[in-house]
């Protein structure tokens, strides 16, 4: 079965520091899609980055990054010199076979001024 | 550009109660699903649609049923309304499942049962 793991449940960080969400996934396909989603306070679902299982190269938008590595099952995502408004709930998803999207419990990121 | 659109936004129930979340999506999009969210338990799909005429249960559809009334609409009905189902409920929609297709999601609708 499909499972996605995001251990961190809270993270508080200070204004300018970077920091990294992890991500474990679990699936028996080989080909399988990745997905990140930012909840902000305002409680709507932005989508940030989708990668499929066939693509290990890490991305980089602005400051934000996410590492793919097949061989820990993860897919991480950090912020460099975090702000304020990255305050919010960040999370992990899995499409794979026929199953749709399966999310992480998530993690509340709060980044303090 | 609406995209996904869901009503109510927010809306009370007393406990036995039936109610019809409501959701459309403009993007010509084939699949569309449901998920609600709840604190600490991220969101759990409730039912999907793959495409116009077809449905099927998620994660955790006891006490839902859902309608796709055509390509662009697709509704979630609470027959008998319970506590438990007090939670946020997000629509979301994709051009195909299973492909990896972008799902956006509609802004929710806080729903409380008394």
């Known amino acids: 079965a499909q499972k996605v793991t995001q251990a961190q449940t809270e993270i508080s960080v200070v204004e300018k520091e970077d920091v990294t969400l992890d991500c474990v996934y679990e699936?028996?396909?080989?080909?399988?899609?990745l997905f990140w989603y930012k909840q902000p306070p305002s409680g709507e679902l932005v989508f940030l980055i989708r990668?499929?299982?066939?693509?290990?190269q890490n991305e980089i938008s602005g400051r934000y990054s996410w590492n793919f590595q097949k061989s820990t099952s993860s897919f991480n995502f950090t912020i460099t010199a975090s702000q304020v408004v990255d305050s919010a709930v960040y999370f992990c998803?899995?499409?794979?076979?026929?199953?749709?999207?399966?999310f992480g419990k998530g993690t509340r990121l709060s980044v303090i001024a | 550009n609406a995209g996904v659109t869901q009503t109510p936004k927010f809306q009370v129930l007393k406990t036995g109660q039936s109610m019809t979340l409501q959701c459309a999506q403009d993007?010509?999009?084939?699949?569309m699903y449901w998920y609600r969210q709840d604190p600490g338990m991220g969101l759990r799909l409730i039912y999907y649609?793959?495409?116009?005429?077809?449905?099927d249960k998620g994660e955790v559809p006891n006490g839902y049923n859902v309608s796709r009334l055509n390509k662009r609409e697709f509704s979630l009905r609470l027959e008998s309304a319970a506590p438990s189902q007090t939670s946020v409920y997000f629509c979301?929609?994709?051009?195909?499942?299973?492909?990896?297709?972008?799902?956006?999601f509609g802004e929710g609708s806080w729903l409380t049962v008394v």
């Open positions: 979301a929609s994709s051009a195909f499942r299973g492909s990896g297709n972008t799902i956006y």
């Open positions: 699936t028996r396909d080989t080909t399988y899609y």
């Open positions: 990668r499929n299982s066939f693509d290990e």
């Open positions: 998803a899995l499409e794979s076979g026929n199953t749709p999207l399966v």
């Open positions: 993007m010509n999009h084939n699949s």
């Open positions: 649609s793959a495409s116009e005429g077809t449905t």
